[in-house]
């Protein structure tokens, strides 16, 4: 169990650097790649089936003391999330090796090695049971996304880059600074222990520290007003690449504010949290509204559906929490297929502008309905697994009586519905566009990344008739995070 | 940046070098002892290839394996301690002679130090190839130095 | 908790966010440096007094300085260090690509803000674009 | 049995897909192979009785959300409109398009997929089924409406229904949400009458979303827009299945808001508003179907106010409309469909005399519209008198209310069916009938259903017995006691007979005027306007609001970010306390501390890159002398080498920028130097509070201990880093690793043209 746990972090860094080592070799290379991230993949699935099973599992890292050392802790929690956010890696790596070197690919020489060390660095943030090793890991994460968003230094690239890695530089010195404080007023920097400790603070340091980390863990979620870094900077890289960031990179955020947030029970911080919701959503839903591009109307859209997680989060029920968990699962296969739904598009037409396309459910068909299953299902339209997010977070805020919230999530509903609604309009419908230039990709190719594509839309498809029992068990990790008495027994025991 | 020919400077730095390099060497094998480490170590000897670069004597090459070797080092000395059921990272202590540095008490510490500076060495080779060929704006007429291999 | 170092906390604090928030790329390096030796001390007043290094054999364990908090810091040094290295790569980047090192403001943001047609937007070069298909690392 | 006829459904899908690849025909018939089966079905249980089916299919159990259908009386009565219409639609569309028409598997399987949403809907046992489907529906009708989407106006049409339905049915999540936890059960057939404020908001939305999906004023702008639709959709869509959803939803939750006196009025506004209002409207379209899509506003309205008004009679007399209505509504847009294939026009002020050259389609209309009039011997008739009679048993300002929309509603239906009629079909200049070849071979397909449909009106009046063992049990369902009432085929000269023939006579006289008057100006379409201005304005203002958030300047993100970070810090700092403050550890600290600081302001102050560069060393090498004082020899050693290579790389890869900063003044400069300030300040104090009180000590004696024992080396930090925290190292060494990577690849990028002009 203890090797499962760990090869989702292993094997992803060994293919890396074997990726690295034969990076002229295109089927070794590949080979490498999809291997290390399949093995971390199914780790991962049997880790959930394992703890479903017996419960949660410790990795004592180095057989030391979780007073002393690291420790991995692999709850219901992780367990659920994990498996999950592999296999978008997974998927994205497919269709990266099918996209090939065109004008929209990704570089696959640097991309499968870089996938590979991001895939890592989202298991040991997953897993891990320290606060500053979740530092190293968001660490892993951005620095491998900085460089797979840069690496072909396009204008555009750079100077988006430079807003992405600056922002992102900078809310890791917050977090620094923020580990300085916990372990100031806490002498550890194990979430097991802060867990026992950060309760017993006075009320002041206590929801100040909960204020700092969800400042931090918020820009890398992209929450209002600390999002703008967002839609500047993803919608430069090649799809493949925003694709996974999309899918992973601010869900990490968020799963670190619902791991840390309420294990340290920061209840007080409920109202103000629902308020940034709120923001969140509807403002992210009004700039999907503005846009005139699909990738950035899609950038725009990861900011709302973070408003929906938070705002499960913020009304610190097991309801809500659960709801914020389902949300969350369900988000990451959606969001990456609508990105490499806009991929393929801007393959078709040689554009992702909307004024500039028009026609493609008549030319290809195929791409209308694989972007019309996750597009519904962000939307929140049954039967598909938005439905049951939507549902779930939205009637845990009534049960609470959240009112404001509500409005602004069924706003949020209705300006993303519009938005998907002008994607399809712009794009899928109306006349074919005039001049059109679609990348020439050999044909076997297209199917590795039509067939990918579909792949995650079976998944979408699975997650959306499996909802139920996933709901029960994200209540589960839920009631689990609402009483973390056990999670602190079984780390240190 | 070009380089400075200038044979004294060349001639010290040649000198400079292994002093430099056993200097790092102890750095990393005193780590586990006395203050030092992998990464100390691994800027040392950095800085030799920094040095010999500005001096013209030779350019790092082979850096992307140098970091793949590293990276590859240190994974697998963390992670195949699992394979026979130890827990992750777990240590191997051994103890041996060493002429010069006395009885050495170490284990795979060593090993994932030595992979440590590795990486670091690479990551300096990369600096010196990334940064100092770089030329502002000025037209295609300038002679590229050094593309990298 | 010794005033001095906090002191230094604060005034790196200050002085980084100062430079990071400027529009030359080589200042908000500098400004990152600078935040970074800001959150390295602040993780050892977090840690406690100072003392004698933690090398066992050489001191009184009572009389050391925390170890562990040096380790973090240690780590938190080696990152940072990565990672202004990159945002130097970066800067040279644009520097090759615009002649300087100045961050500016995203096109596509300011054409929505004034309503401009998607036209307008230059289009990057087939130059730049195979250029870019070419790259990838030695 | 239900999960048969929903998966045949399903199955036809798949094959209408795969024949429609051939024609358009036969994806068509294809996809009426399923509601056809599902019809006759209905049509059998309705006749044999027996017990009520059902299934269920649990989805998500933590949410009681499940898929369960009962096929009760209600739903009966719903399956034979739904499946029956549909499939005569279906085979009318085989005639309607051409063969060549594009898009046929498209076509085909989207109609069968709103049919099978419409079945789960009618057979819904749990409000979420009701609302799963619900949805389904929307998005179903949304591609429906859009089939001819090359243009740009049933584009904007279809997006229009898509936002109105699709807001609405947001709405109602609410209220169904509301609903269910106020009830307790989201079972529909155990709804327990619930009461009080959050009764009375759920009661509101569930009315505003049922009211979107039928068309309600002020929601019906959708409607006349969706008549962009090809005619076969309207005629099914428009007439038998969506919109009735949101009446069918008013039937069955209102039991639970029986209570409720907001349910009843706002329910009773809406209807009322959208009797008179639609009734205006068709009277004043030139457009046939324009006249029949606010005939059918009209029509709802009347359903929504008597079962809004709740008595038993009103309901029974509601499912008697409904009923009625769906049969010759379906009828009109069908004749009028073959209508404008067969002249190329739907304007009735340009068509006429019609009666002669399509003699069949004058009789169908005849018959239908005479049963929407309410004329005897038809169905219509017997509706009608059951909706008078109910507002006779009705009482005080619900009777006055309810009497004034049925009667003028009435009046109104029947000035503008004669208006309609005598528009196509009376004399006047004689439209010239010049098919397309593909009408004429096949008109008898589309001929049949309009057929059946008008008939269906004339048999139902004769077998009025067999009619009303269809709408009186399904009646009794809504309301038990509303069964005690039936459809009368002729209920002698009575109050409510008088009440009838007077609407008729004054309905024919307005007509006639009307007519006369020859007024024939388009109403505004103010609501639609309205719609698509709102939509369009927030699309068009959102840039605005967004510009203001998202201006793309990274120096104000970061000082946003500073700003919130600081706030933050100043929840921590509320707890300061000095008290466990020293002046310093060691003098040097002191003078150290001092001048990073000052090196540190130099850095940011001196305008030269050389100079910035140096400063920057001098900080760094001051805070290696901290970390010396502070008794961290190994990070003052990593410290110093770091430092010496960022110098060096700064100056390697920035040496030739300009050698001064660009000037920076003005307000801009001031917020930066504000937010600085604050930013420094904070983090001192947020430090200071956090570390007040500790709940926790470091275990520094375990870890020298544990280092010695057990790692191996005397150097506790070394043994920390390469063993207790190896993890951390080996992710910091990766990060290295990575931007190591990243650096060669933008040099790569780099370089690599300016090589290749080199060999040119």
Redesign the interface.
């Known amino acids: 169990m203890s090797t499962l746990v760990v090869l989702t972090i292993a094997a992803p ?1 060994v293919a ?1 650097a074997g990726g ?1 080592f034969w990076r002229g070799n295109t089927v070794a290379r590949d080979a490498i790649t999809i291997c290390g991230l399949a093995v971390a993949m199914i780790c991962a699935f049997v880790v959930l089936a394992e703890v479903n099973d017996s419960g949660t599992h410790v990795v004592h ?2 057989g ?1 003391q979780p ?4 420790v991995l802790v692999a709850d219901l929690l992780a367990a659920l999330i994990l498996p999950v956010a592999l296999a978008v890696i997974f998927v994205v790596e497919i269709f990266a090796i099918g996209q090939r070197r065109t004008v929209w690919g990704a ?1 696959p020489e ?1 991309s499968g ?2 996938l590979c ?1 991001l895939t ?2 989202v298991s ?1 943030a997953v897993l891990t049971g320290d606060l ?2 979740l530092f ?2 968001f ?2 994460i951005l ?2 996304s ?2 797979l968003l ?4 396009r204008p555009s690239q750079i100077r988006a880059g ?2 992405y890695v ?2 992102n530089l ?2 890791s010195a ?1 977090f620094l ?1 923020g580990v ?9 920097v194990n979430l097991a ?1 802060l867990t026992e ?2 309760p ?6 206590r ?3 909960g ?2 980390f ?2 931090v863990f918020g ?1 890398k979620a992209a929450v209002f ?2 999002f ?2 967002l ?2 900077s993803y919608p430069t890289a090649p799809t493949t690449i925003t694709a996974v960031f999309a899918g992973l990179l601010t869900k990490i955020g968020i799963y670190a504010m619902i791991r840390f947030h309420t294990l340290t029970q920061m209840d007080d911080l409920g109202s103000t949290m629902l308020i940034i919701a709120g923001f969140t959503m509807v ?1 992210g839903g ?2 999907a ?2 846009q005139s591009d699909v990738k950035r109307i899609l950038s725009f859209h990861i900011i709302s559906q973070i408003g929906y997680m938070l705002m499960g989060l913020g009304l610190f029920t097991v309801a809500g929490i ?1 709801g914020a968990i389902v949300f969350l699962i369900h988000n990451m296969p959606v969001k990456t297929v609508l990105f490499l739904v806009g991929g393929l598009i801007e393959n078709d037409q040689g554009t992702s502008t909307l004024d500039r396309s028009g ?1 493609v ?2 030319r290809r ?1 195929v791409l209308a309905v694989l972007f019309a299953i996750p597009a ?1 299902s962000l ?1 929140g ?3 598909f697994s938005g ?2 997010a ?3 977070v ?2 845990a805020a ?2 609470e009586a959240s009112v404001l919230i ?1 409005v602004a999530a ?1 706003v949020a ?3 993303t ?2 938005s998907m ?2 994607i399809w ?1 712009g794009v899928f ?3 074919p566009a005039s001049e059109i230039t679609p990348v020439s990709v050999p044909r076997r190719y297209q199917k590795t990344m039509l067939g990918a594509t579909g792949l995650a839309v079976c998944g979408i498809l699975v997650i959306s008739a499996m ?2 029992p996933l ?2 068990l994200c ?1 589960r990790a839920a009631e689990d995070l609402k009483h973390p008495a056990s999670y602190v027994s079984e780390v240190l025991s | ?1 070009k380089p400075n020919q200038a044979p004294a400077i060349q001639l010290g730095i040649r000198v400079a070098s292994p002093l430099a390099i056993v200097v790092g060497v102890y ?1 990393l094998f005193a ?10 170590a691994g ?2 000897f ?2 030799v290839a ?1 040095l010999r670069t500005i001096a013209g004597l030779q350019r790092p090459r082979g ?2 394996a140098l ?1 793949a070797c ?2 590859l080092m ?2 697998v000395v ?1 992670f195949l301690p699992i394979l026979w059921g130890d827990p ?2 777990d ?1 191997r ?1 051994v103890t041996f002679d060493l002429p010069l540095l006395g009885t050495i ?3 795979t ?1 060593l090993v ?2 030595i ?2 500076s590795i ?2 060495v ?15 704006t000025q037209g ?1 007429g ?3 130095q050094g ?2 291999q | ?24 790329l ?2 908000i ?2 400004g990152f ?2 935040l970074g ?2 959150t ?3 993780l ?15 001191a009184a ?2 009389d ?12 938190a ?3 940072s ?6 945002l ?6 644009q ?2 690509l615009t002649g ?4 500016e ?6 054409r ?4 401009q047609p998607a036209e307008n937007l230059p289009e990057e070069t087939t ?1 730049e674009i195979t ?2 298909i ?5 | 049995m239900l999960w048969l006829l929903f998966g045949a459904h399903l199955v036809g899908i798949a094959a209408a897909v795969l024949a429609g690849r051939r024609s358009m025909q036969a994806g068509l018939c294809a996809a009426a192979l399923a509601p056809a089966a599902t019809a006759i079905w209905a049509a059998t249980r309705l006749v044999e009785g027996g017990d009520v089916v059902s299934a269920e299919l ?6 009681d ?1 499940a898929i369960s259908f009962r096929a009760d009386a209600v739903a009966l009565l719903m399956t034979l409109l739904v499946s029956g219409v549909g499939a005569l639609v279906m085979g009318y569309a085989c005639g309607y398009f051409s063969s060549d028409a ?2 046929g598997s ?1 076509f085909g399987a989207t109609m069968l997929g709103f049919s099978a949403s419409m079945l789960g809907l009618v057979w819904a046992d749990s409000i ?1 089924t009701l ?3 619900w ?2 529906t ?2 179903t009708s ?1 591609l429906l409406v ?1 089939h001819k ?2 243009d ?1 106006a049933v ?1 904007l049409a ?2 229009r229904a ?2 109105i339905t ?2 609405g049915g ?2 109602l ?2 209220g169904l ?2 609903l269910a ?1 106020n009830t307790g059960s989201p079972n529909l057939t155990k709804l327990a009458p619930i009461s009080g404020t959050e009764a009375a908001v759920a009661a509101a939305l569930v009315l505003i979303g049922a009211a979107t999906k039928s068309a309600q004023v002020p929601f019906h702008v959708w409607l006349p827009g969706a008549m962009a639709a090809p005619t076969p959709v309207s005629a099914y869509l428009h007439s038998a299945a969506m919109v009735k959803a949101g009446i069918l939803l008013i039937a069955v939750v209102g039991p639970a808001f029986g209570d409720v006196a907001a349910w009843k009025w706002l329910g009773i506004c809406f209807g009322f508003a959208s009797v008179i209002w639609g009734g205006v409207g068709a009277l004043r379209h030139r457009d046939a179907k324009l006249i029949l899509a606010w005939g059918t506003v009209s029509q709802l309205g009347l359903m929504f106010t008597l079962f809004s008004a709740g008595a038993p009679k009103a309901i029974f007399a509601g499912v008697a409309l409904l009923f009625s209505h769906a049969l010759f509504k379906a009828a009109l847009f069908l004749v009028v469909g073959e209508v404008d294939v067969r002249t190329g026009t739907r304007d009735i002020t340009q068509l006429g005399g019609l009666a002669r050259s399509m003699p069949l389609a004058f009789v169908v209309a005849l018959l239908a519209g005479a049963s929407m009039v309410g004329l005897p011997p038809l169905l219509g008739f017997t509706a009608k008198e059951a909706a008078i009679e109910a507002v006779l048993k009705l009482s005080g300002g619900t009777q006055a209310v309810v009497g004034v929309a049925i009667i003028g509603g009435s009046v109104l239906t029947v000035a503008y069916t004669i208006r309609l009629l005598y528009g196509i079909f009376g004399p006047g200049p004689a439209t010239s009938v010049a098919p397309q070849g593909y009408v004429r071979r096949r008109s008898w397909l589309m001929a049949a259903p309009a057929v059946t449909l008008s008939l269906a009106g004339v048999v139902g009046y004769a077998v009025i017995g067999g009619v009303n063992e269809i709408v009186v049990p399904a009646a009794t369902e809504l309301n038990a006691k509303a069964g005690v009432y039936e459809l009368i085929a002729w209920p002698g000269v009575k109050t409510a007979f008088v009440i009838s023939v007077l609407i008729v006579i004054t309905g024919a006289v307005v007509g006639v005027l009307w007519i006369a008057r020859g007024s024939n100006r388009i109403p505004l379409s103010l609501g639609a306007d309205a719609t698509d201005g709102i ?1 369009d304005g ?3 203002k ?6 203001w ?7 104000v ?6 700003t ?2 600081v ?9 300061f306390a000095g008290g ?7 003098p040097l ?2 003078m ?3 001048a ?2 000052i090196a ?2 130099a ?2 102050f001196v305008g030269s ?1 050389l100079g ?2 140096l400063a ?1 060393g001098s ?2 090498f001051g ?1 290696t002398g ?2 010396l ?11 110093l ?2 430092e ?3 110098v ?3 100056v ?7 050698r001064r ?2 000037p ?1 003044t003005g307000s801009w400069r001031s917020v ?2 504000m ?3 604050a ?3 904070a ?2 104090a ?23 024992a ?46 290749q ?2 060999e040119s």
């Open positions: 860094l890396a690295l890292v180095g030391w007073e002393l050392g690291i570089n640097l090695p870089l060390v890592s660095g040991l500053f090793t190293v890991a660490e892993l620095v491998s900085y460089v840069t690496n072909q230094g430079m807003t600056v922002m900078f809310a917050l600074f300085g404080f916990v372990y100031a007023a806490t002498g550890t222990l400790r950060i017993e603070l006075s009320d002041g340091v929801i100040g520290l204020a700092w969800f400042v820009t007003p600390l703008s870094w839609p500047d403002i009004l700039g509204l503005a659960a026609g459910a008549s068909p519904l939307a339209i049954p039967p439905f049951v939507k549902l779930a939205i009637a009534i049960a509500v069924l509903g209705a300006l519905l519009l609604a002008k309009l419908w109306g006349p909802s139920g709901f029960d209540v | 940046m750095l780590g586990h002892n006395f203050p030092g480490g992998g990464f100390a800027l040392v950095g800085a920094i850096t992307t970091i590293g990276v240190v994974t963390s992750l990272l240590q202590v008490k170490t284990g510490a994932f130090d992979g440590v990486i670091v690479g990551l300096v080779a990369a600096i010196i190839n990334g940064l100092s060929a770089s030329q502002p295609a300038q002679p590229t593309a990298p | 908790m010794s005033a001095a170092l906090l002191f230094a906390v604060g005034g790196l604090t200050s002085v980084g966010i100062y430079l990071i928030t400027a529009r030359s080589s200042q390096i500098l440096s600078l030796h800001a390295v001390l602040g050892l007043v977090a840690g406690g007094a100072a003392g004698d290094a933690p090398i066992a054999g050489t364990v009572a050391m300085s925390n170890p562990l908090p040096q380790a973090l810091a240690l780590t040094i080696v990152i260090f990565g990672l202004t290295v990159f130097l790569a970066l800067a040279v980047r520097q090759h300087d090192d100045q961050v403001d995203d096109l596509e943001d300011q929505i803000a004034q309503g130059e250029q870019s070419e790259g990838g690392i030695p | 649990v989805w998500v159990d933590g949410l959300v594009k898009g498209r979420w609302f799963i489907f949805e389904m929307s998005v949304f859009g989407h090359t740009a584009r279809a997006r898509l936002v699709a807001t947001l709405v999540l609410a949400i509301l936890q939509v927030v699309i068009s959102s840039p605005r609001l967004i510009a958030i998202q201006h793309g300047s990274l120096p993100y970061l000082a946003v970010m500073g919130v970070a706030l933050a810090a100043a929840a921590l700092a509320s707890d466990h403050l020293i002046w310093w550890d060691h600290q002191a150290l501390a001092a990073v600081v540190a302001l850095a940011a890159r910035a560069a920057l900080v760094g805070v901290l970390f004082v502070h008794g961290a020899p190994d990070l003052a050693l990593t410290q080498l770091v010496t290579v960022v060096v790389g700064f390697l890869g920035l040496g030739h920028l300009a900063f660009p920076v930066r130097i937010v600085a300030a930013g420094g300040l983090v001192t947020a430090l200071v509070a956090a570390g007040t009180n500790p709940t926790g000590q470091p275990p520094t004696p375990d870890l020298v201990a544990e280092a010695v057990e790692g191996g080396g005397k150097n506790v930090v070394n043994v920390i880093l390469t063993d207790l925290r190896a993890l951390d190292t080996l992710g910091e060494v990766v990060v290295l690793a990575t931007v190591a990577i990243g650096i060669l690849a933008l040099a790569r990028v780099r370089t690599r043209p300016q090589a002009t080199q």
